[in-house]
């Protein structure tokens, strides 16, 4: 399928989805410019002005007609961003905890949001839908490894939607990890909104840095003083997660492949949601991209509109 037609088609697809909903939107528009997929969004008293970010895909590429699938996945995800995330909980963390605090919340968030996408009936298909996108990922890009701290957020993405019961490919990374019994508390806790998961995000942060401090205080001692290795790669508390250290594709052996590069994380206007989405950081490696030669096909689509609450 052409790049073009495979626009249009995806477009289409959530436009319906919007529509089908009921939902109160005052407007919807796409933009095939950025490197991954994204949402941005802002409510007021008249409605949701929404922005479904996608990879600047050629459109005279032939895409395979799977990932026209896939991205409609990333964009009923990121919907479910629109429809149950709160955005000033989740910024008011990370502006007073850190951008590590943001990214555990994005791990948390993700697999939440998803869940109320399928128990809210607006995509009958929606956990089909989630699934396959996650299982592209996974044996696409491979897993975290289990003391791999900087990539936290994506084990609590993926291993959050393994208690939603998705079917992962990889076994969990849980009982293998140092952390592995907090990184199953803040899975278990009942959180019903994004102000929920934040508490759990700084709760879960404070766990981890002290678990981290008395590693290195173990180290040193046992090492003849090998500390300051704290702030190395990106483990400071602080970092933005990078893509997955890989475990690789399930094989017989079941060795390890090697480590992938660590993927930039785009900038963006979205607030709470950002660009670096756990899952869809790594969308831009899925399907081939290149310079579009024309304009987005949608810079505006009305849509009618209901209460939203």
Known sequence: MLGFKLKRGVEASVERIFKSTGREFDSLSFSWTGKTAAVSFTRDINGVVARIIFPNLDDKADIPESTHHDLVGYAV?????????????????????????????????????????????????ARVLFNHVVRTVLLKEGYAQADDFKNIPFMLAIEGRRLNGYSIPFPSVLPDSPWG???????????TSTADVADVAIELNLRLQQKRQEQQEQQEQQGGGQGGQGGQDGQDGQGKPSKPSKQGKPSKQGKPSKQGKQGKQEEGKAKAVELGDALSDQLSD???????????????????????E
């Open 77 to 125: 995800h990121e919907l479910g961003h629109v429809w149950f995330t709160e955005n000033e909980p989740w910024d008011l963390a990370r502006q007073y905890h850190g951008s590590f605090v943001g990214a555990l919340i994005n791990g948390l968030e993700d697999p939440r949001i998803e869940q109320c996408v399928i128990d809210s009936g607006y995509v009958p298909n």
């Open 286 to 308: 899925l399907i081939p991209q290149g310079r579009s030669s024309r304009v987005p096909i949608a810079t505006s689509v009305s849509i009618a509109t209901f209460n939203w």
């Open 181 to 191: 019994d907090d990184l199953e508390w803040a899975l278990r806790q009942p959180a």
